[in-house]
């Protein structure tokens, strides 16, 4: 056995990914049921739609107390209107 640096592969491939356990397993892969593929895909969606939710419940409450703090200003400017239009 040789201690020296192993050869990067020709074809451009990971050196770790080319051992030759990784050769052996390839053949051992098995074909991907059509359930668990449906499965995979519900959760996927069950999680991306509770992403969607979980953003929207952070989202809504900083909307309503930002339409809060504005509501004096819109106050004060509606004010300032109605002063000017009356002392005109």
């Given at each position: 056995m040789s201690d020296g640096p192993v050869a990067a592969p020709d074809d451009g491939e990971d050196p770790d990914l080319?051992?030759?356990?990784?050769?052996?397993?390839r053949g051992l892969s098995l074909p991907v049921d059509v359930r668990f593929a449906d499965r995979v895909?519900?959760?996927i969606e069950r999680r991306?739609?509770?992403?969607?939710?979980m953003e929207f419940a952070w989202a809504l409450p900083v909307a309503v107390l930002?339409?809060?703090?504005?509501?004096?200003?819109?106050?004060l400017r509606a004010k300032k209107r109605?002063?000017?239009?009356?002392g005109n």
């Open positions: 080319t051992g030759n356990a990784v050769v052996q397993l895909g519900r959760r991306a739609l509770t992403n969607e939710f930002l339409e809060l703090l504005r509501i004096p200003g819109e106050m109605v002063n000017t239009e009356s």
